[in-house]
């Protein structure tokens, strides 16, 4: 009641870019994409994610009967052995610590402004950590959160990476190196 409460803007990393159709259909058979990480163009070009609600509704309820429309009953696919035995967990103060690193980096270089020397810096960083989580897994063996910490590296990756290839600002990816279009 004091003093104002602190805002930061959000990031989401991980939004729009999955083309779909009107039914949330990607073009990958029986996958369905809907909600932010979905892009169906209904809002138009500048719009990566889908996160209006009355769009969330309908393109579920639509993806939802076509779903049902088009199951025909599977065999469950065989159990594959797993190459890793599982592990002990590693230190939860080395997990938190690469945690941050992660959010750190991704904040500071690929957050609401981008540019290339920034983008190929957390690159360099990111890669080392996925080095570094390699030889956790080989110290440690295979552990729930050392997969999701793994994860994690792999999903900033490929942010990094696909920002990197695209030089055009629109939507939530802003380029400060090139000129908008």
């Excluded at 088009?70 to 890793?84: A, D, G, I, Q, S």
């Excluded at 997990?95 to 750190?104: A, G, T, V, W």
């Excluded at 991704?106 to 030889?135: D, H």
């Excluded at 959160?145 to 990756?157: C, F, G, K, R, S």
Aim: a positive charge; aromatic letters at 6%.
């Amino acid at each position: 009641t004091r003093e104002p409460t602190p805002v930061a803007p959000g990031a989401h990393f991980a939004c729009g870019g999955i083309l779909t159709d009107t039914y949330g259909r990607t073009n990958v058979k029986r996958l369905y994409a809907i909600g932010e990480v979905a892009c169906s163009g209904t809002h138009g070009a500048n719009r990566l994610a889908s996160t209006s609600l009355l769009e969330s509704l309908t393109f579920s309820y639509r993806a939802a009967h076509d779903i049902i429309e088009r199951t025909t009953p599977k065999e469950n696919p065989p159990v594959l052995p797993y190459e890793f035995s599982c592990g002990t967990v590693p230190p939860e103060t080395v997990l938190e610590s690469l945690r941050n690193i992660i959010k750190d980096t991704m904040w500071a270089f690929a957050g609401v402004v981008r540019n290339k020397p920034g983008l190929c810096y957390a690159s360099g960083v990111l890669t080392q950590l996925k080095k570094e989580i390699l030889t956790l897994k080989n110290q440690y063996s295979i552990s729930g959160p050392l997969l999701e910490l793994e994860n994690m590296v792999d999903t900033a990756l490929i942010v990094v990476q696909s920002a990197l290839r695209n030089p055009i600002s629109r939507g939530t990816h802003f380029r400060s190196d090139t000129s908008p279009t």
